[in-house]
């Protein structure tokens, strides 16, 4: 029987009521119900289009059909757990190992990034019968408790840093210790991961890995510096310990030219283990680890199974067989090699026309805008950005949405059939907000509070129309 639909009063009601407080919703002075969704858009109850730049889960496109009907069809034939032999977790598995450097050969399926993170710290605890970790600032690697404990993010919010757990610097060379202007900034921010070891072994103690995204999101969509993944990878190998990339974030072509994004620190560099999920079943709850025969074989040696309910399903497999396809069908590491460099070119323009823009940075369709107060003193813009996020959501049906420690950066990790047409549309309309937000300032935009009239600065009465009487409306209602 179908369900009855609810009223969006009543769904918000029942949710704040059923639903734990702390699972947020996106927009939660005002959400938005989602209803339907397809490629890069997203639907409410009354039909009302969104432009979506926010779900990165979400691959290939939202309810692609030919992911659909793979996890349709295979469900409709069987569905059983991993311990029974059959094809799919192999074919999946060899596809796999096919776009990852040839050491890479040993496959655990899970459901999560944070589970597949989990047995990350496992496998690297057991093959080099070492506990320490080290991590870089503002780092996220998942909810679970193990992972909350190396993720700067979360436990500087809740009990702390444990003992065990060493914080390196995260290399941004846009506000970092090391910026633009260092002559080899990799270097520099690899030797504060030697430094750092060295205070390890001081103590007494001894790593058991080095965890980083291969490119920081939670961080700020940080661009890591040319020659610090392989620097980092020889000081952690001499001190026993190895090399985690979490590709969760930023995995199957989202870079463009590489399939993976620890790819972009050169074809020379490979992790001892890597992480993925997100976007690797569309949705659909799959994730993995990929790592060497001599790790796995260490994991396997402690005599323990491992065994997984849920991962490596034949419809999750199934699933993640198509979105392979799908990538490669419609050459969208391609799409985002096009698209994320005139997005990028855009925002670097937009940028010489805005002093609130400090930093465009990203590769492929994984970029950041961080605002900014002060170009100099980088001062984070963070109610600018929050306000940039609800203009465009309210006015222009458009999903963005902020990170960064300070939540001052704008990001942008769409679907990966975002299109020329999206990239444009989204920069016309910031630029219209920035412009807008500029002139509202008050050394910038006279008002008589009287006549509610609008003295516009010399050079911006070209202003459209539409947006004079927002000011107006703005005056009134603030007044």
């Known amino acids: ?23 947020k919703l996106f927009y939660s002075e005002d959400p938005v119900k989602i209803v339907r969704a397809r490629g890069q858009y997203l639907f409410d109850e ?17 309810c692609h059909p030919a992911i659909t009907k793979a996890a349709a069809a295979q469900m409709d034939v069987l569905n059983t757990n991993s311990r029974f032999l059959h094809d799919n ?15 890479l050969c040993v496959f655990y399926f899970v459901n999560s990034g944070s589970e597949a993170n989990d047995l990350a710290l496992r496998l690297a605890r057991q093959y080099t019968q070492h506990e320490d970790v080290v991590v870089l600032d503002h780092a996220y690697h998942g909810h679970l408790m193990s992972l909350i404990d190396i993720s700067p993010y979360k436990f500087r919010k809740l009990a702390g840093q444990k003992e065990w757990v060493h914080v390196a610097p995260l290399p941004d060379t846009y506000r970092g210790i090391y910026r633009e202007d260092h002559p080899n900034p990799g270097q520099a921010y690899a030797d504060t991961v030697k430094d750092l070891i060295e205070d390890v072994h001081k103590k007494g103690r001894k790593i058991s890995a080095f965890f980083a995204e291969s490119l920081p999101s939670v961080g700020g969509q940080i661009i890591l510096p040319q020659g610090y993944f392989p620097k ?5 190998h001499s001190a026993g310990g190895v090399f985690v990339a979490d590709e969760v974030q930023t995995g199957f072509g989202r870079v463009g030219h590489h399939f993976w994004a620890f790819q972009l620190q050169g074809d020379d560099f490979c992790p001892d283990i890597v992480t993925m999920g997100k976007p690797m079943g569309n949705g659909h709850p799959l994730a993995c680890v990929a790592t060497t025969a001599e790790i796995a074989g260490a994991f396997t040696a402690n005599g323990v199974e491992y065994f997984n309910t849920f991962g490596g399903t034949p419809v999750s497999c199934a699933v993640g067989l198509a979105v392979l396809d799908v990538i490669v069908e419609e050459d969208l590491r391609g799409n ?3 698209v994320g460099a005139h997005l990028k070119d855009l925002l670097t323009k937009l940028k010489a026309r805005h002093e609130i823009i400090g930093d ?23 109610e600018a950005a929050a306000h940039v996020v609800k203009r465009l959501k309210e006015e222009d049906q458009i999903c963005v949405s902020t990170d960064g420690p300070w939540e001052n950066v704008l990001k ?8 020329m047409e999206n990239a444009e549309l989204v920069v016309q309309c910031i630029d219209r907000i920035l412009t807008v937000t500029s002139l509202m300032t008050p050394h910038r935009l006279e008002v008589n509070t009287t006549s509610h009239n609008i003295s516009l600065p010399p050079g911006k009465c070209s202003l459209p129309e539409d947006d004079i009487l927002k000011f107006h409306t703005f005056i009134i209602q603030n007044k």
Do not use: W
Request: hydrophobic share 40%.
């Open 232 to 236: 980092v990878a020889e000081y952690v």
């Open 89 to 103: 977790i192999v074919l999946y598995a060899d596809r796999l190992a096919a776009t990852l450097p040839q050491k």
């Open 360 to 382: 465009v940075r990203g590769v492929g369709l994984f970029l950041g805008i961080e605002l900014v107060i002060d170009r100099e003193k980088k001062t984070p813009a963070t």
């Open 46 to 62: 009354n039909g009302k289009r969104y432009l979506d730049c926010i779900s990165n889960v979400q691959h290939v496109g939202h």
């Open 336 to 338: 985002a090699v096009r």
């Open 412 to 419: 942008f990790k769409p679907p990966m059939c975002f299109g």
């Open 1 to 23: 029987m179908a369900q009855e639909e609810l009223r969006k009063e009543e769904t918000l009601a029942m949710r704040n009521r059923l639903i734990g407080q702390s699972c």
